[in-house]
């Protein structure tokens, strides 16, 4: 796989290209689960380019840069969407935040895609009543493990026990299988949850280049209920909700997620289309 990095320390690894100028860069939630929670959404793309997993410094496996990765964060996106050619940068859940915190990548990017994301932290309060609704005794017994060591294996536990709120009943032993194998990273957990999950408000929304917002109809991690707001449902918005699926729903729908991100390609080439005419004319 080929890797690069940004200046900063952004890792951008290939995962494959097709033709077409497209280049897709799959941005991680968590944070600290790292972009290969995002292996099986690259593994189903069937869209014209190049696709990359992008890793922040310091974030998920990428921690061998920068004595202080945080310090751009997530400002240093600007660095991943320049490194390439018409760029279409996709945000899963907090990456999806940080991308509309960083208004200075309308400049930079030909799309953007925010897959079960929000545009303000008040998601976060109906996460909290969902967990107290819905307690998982396992995942209780992980957080004070955690607590009282936060080590690597006690974080990887934590997360593995959340997947009943992660994935519906069908997609569950799926994703238990993803959250088992990722590279948990608590240093970045850290420093969200310090600055910056709980302050989030979107800082830009675009309008003239397409955007795809797209979710399971079962998750239960971030609400969509802030998305209601007609600032952020502008004629350029493609809005996908994927039936049958949580928080990762590529896990459980992969066809209806394909699907969607067909579309979007083909209106980011209409789009490209329509202003080389007007530029021409």
């Known amino acids: 796989m080929e890797t690069r990095y940004t200046p900063s320390g952004v890792r951008m690894r290939l995962h494959s290209a097709r033709e077409g100028a497209l280049n897709w860069v799959l941005l991680p939630g968590g944070p600290g689960i790292g972009s290969e929670s995002l292996h099986e959404l690259a593994d189903v793309l069937d869209v014209p380019g190049t696709i990359w997993l992008v890793d922040l410094p310091g974030d998920g496996s990428n921690t061998s840069h920068q004595p202080d990765p945080f310090a751009l964060w997530p400002q240093v996106l600007i660095e991943a969407a320049e490194a390439v050619p018409d760029a279409v940068f996709v945000g899963h859940s907090t990456g999806g935040m940080y991308l509309l915190s960083t208004p200075r990548l309308r400049d930079c990017v030909r799309g953007l895609a925010l897959l079960d994301t929000a545009p303000d932290c008040t998601w976060h309060a109906e996460y909290v009543e969902m967990t107290r609704n819905d307690p998982l005794p396992a995942f209780e017994r992980a957080a004070a493990a955690y607590e009282r060591d936060g080590s690597f294996e006690n974080l990887t536990t934590l997360c593995v026990t959340s997947a009943e709120w992660n994935f519906t009943p069908a997609g569950l032993e799926a994703g238990r299988a993803l959250l088992a194998r990722m590279p948990y990273n608590s240093a970045a957990v850290q420093w969200s949850d310090a600055n910056f999950d709980h302050s989030y408000k979107a800082a830009w929304w675009p309008t003239d280049i397409p955007v795809l917002r797209l979710w399971g109809d079962n998750d239960r991690i971030v609400s969509q209920r802030g998305w209601s707001d007609l600032a952020y449902n502008t004629p350029n918005l493609m809005a996908r909700e994927i039936p049958d699926a949580g ?33 021409r004319v």
């Open 247 to 279: 928080h990762f729903p590529w896990i459980e729908n992969p066809s209806a997620v394909a699907r969607a991100f067909r579309e979007f390609a083909s209106q980011l080439l209409a789009s490209a289309e329509t202003a080389f005419t007007e530029h």
